[in-house]
């Protein structure tokens, strides 16, 4: 089954990520991933205040891809399969598309205007050595007022 992975935060280039990896998925009778990511705490000065840190951010990751996950099923049909990764972004996607043949595309939402953020940059730089497809979609594209469709 052709597998669409989208990384998830708070922004909305994400959900336009989402929203497209959704459409994808039901034209094709495939499944989206949702890799919400948690960056690793920097803080060590008290290591429990930094596990406390670091549990809270987990905590609202996975509370932010359910959510989007329920949506994405209310408005598709289609109920995603959710990960959690704690550490630096583009390594855990890295090594998540090296471990899992099944993804058919790796969809990105990029910031509009200016920097189109970190995992864009590093990715586009690597799409040429990607196992998979990348697409990058504009963080403010709605693909019900596009006459193309990708």
């Known amino acids: 089954m052709r597998t669409f992975l989208v990384i998830m935060d ?7 990520a989402l929203r497209f990896a959704a459409r ?6 495939g499944a989206v991933h949702i ?20 549990e809270e951010a987990r905590d609202r990751a996975e509370m932010l891809a359910h959510g989007v ?21 583009t390594t855990l996607v890295s090594e998540f598309l ?3 043949e099944e ?6 939402g990029a910031a509009p205007g200016g920097q189109p953020g970190p995992l864009v940059t590093h990715f586009a730089a690597q799409a040429g050595s990607l196992p ?19």
């Open 35 to 54: 890799l919400a990511l948690v960056a690793q705490q920097n803080f060590n000065a008290f290591g429990t205040v930094q596990a406390t840190i670091e």
């Open 103 to 108: 993804v058919a595309a790796l969809v990105l």
């Open 10 to 16: 708070e922004s909305d280039e994400a959900r336009a």
């Open 98 to 100: 090296a471990n899992h």
């Open 69 to 89: 996950a329920g949506n994405l099923l209310a408005e598709s049909g289609i109920m995603p399969t959710i990960s959690v990764k704690t550490g630096n972004g």
């Open 132 to 150: 998979c497809p990348l697409y990058i979609i504009p963080g403010d594209y709605d693909e019900k007022d596009s006459q193309h469709e990708a």
């Open 24 to 29: 994808r998925a039901v034209q094709v009778e």
